[in-house]
Each structure stands twice: as structure tokens, then as C-alpha cells.
Nanobody, 127 residues
Framework: QVQLVESGGGLVQAGGSLRLSCAASGRTFSSYAMGWFRQAPGKEREFVAAITRSAGSTYYADSVKGRFTISRDNAKNTVYLQMTSLKPEDTAGYYC????????????????????WGQGTQVTVSS
């Protein structure tokens, strides 16, 4: 069991930057692959980025490649999503997710494979 607490969402102008944080409880954070997902009104929750337990592998949705960076600090039990060059279409609720992952490759990218979810934090990008 792990609890995820997100922070860092807010309102930002197009082209701006925002850094999301997701703090995890427990002693075994380093055993989890972590993902970020987002969900806009009326749309399905979609994959944004994922990172393996020791940050040996990351993966990004095509829509955010080159703009978003996922990272983690296992000593702080925290995963981050640094978002730059934000666009209005990035507006969504952003969710942190965790799943036990036994290797440092191929972080999961499907919503259904993640067991634990944060509460979501809203990111709104104005034109």
C-alpha cells in the first residue's frame, strides 16, 4: 500500500512552466514505477510520462516529448513532472500513479496496470 499526495498544479500562461510533485508514503518507494496521467473534461485519462524505480528508463507520450520531464528522488519518496512550453491543450487534471515494477526498464504506460493513484492536481494553461 502506498499513498500519493500531489501538489504544484495551478494556472499558467501558455509557454510557461510548472513543476508537479508527488510525494509517496511508505518505505518501498524505490520498488515502484511511477507514472503521470492527465484527464481533461469529457476525455479519457491519458498517459503522460513514466519512470522506472531507479530512473533507468523513462517514457513520454508523443504530445509532451521535449516539453515535459519526469524525474524522481527516492531519498525523498517523490516523483516530479517538470512541464515547460505549456499549451492550452495541456489543461487537465494531472494524476500521479504507482505500481510495483521489478526491473528498471519499460515503465508501464497503460492506465489499467497502475494500482495506486494520487488525488489529482489541476493544471490550467491560458491562451
Amino acid at each position: 500500500q502506498v499513498q500519493l499526495v500531489e501538489s504544484g498544479g495551478g494556472l499558467v500562461q501558455a509557454g510557461g512552466s510548472l513543476r508537479l510533485s508527488c510525494a509517496a508514503s511508505g518505505r518501498t518507494f524505490s520498488s515502484y514505477a511511477m507514472g503521470w496521467f492527465r484527464q481533461a473534461p469529457g476525455k479519457e485519462r491519458e498517459f503522460v510520462a513514466a519512470i522506472t524505480r531507479s530512473a533507468g528508463s523513462t517514457y513520454y507520450a508523443d504530445s509532451v516529448k521535449g516539453r515535459f520531464t519526469i524525474s524522481r528522488d527516492n531519498a525523498k519518496n517523490t516523483v516530479y513532472l517538470q512541464m515547460t512550453s505549456l499549451k492550452p491543450e495541456d489543461t487537465a487534471g494531472y494524476y500521479c500513479a504507482a505500481r510495483v515494477w521489478n526491473n528498471d526498464q519499460n515503465p508501464p504506460r497503460d492506465v489499467f496496470v497502475y494500482r495506486y493513484w494520487g488525488q489529482g492536481t489541476q493544471v490550467t494553461v491560458s491562451s
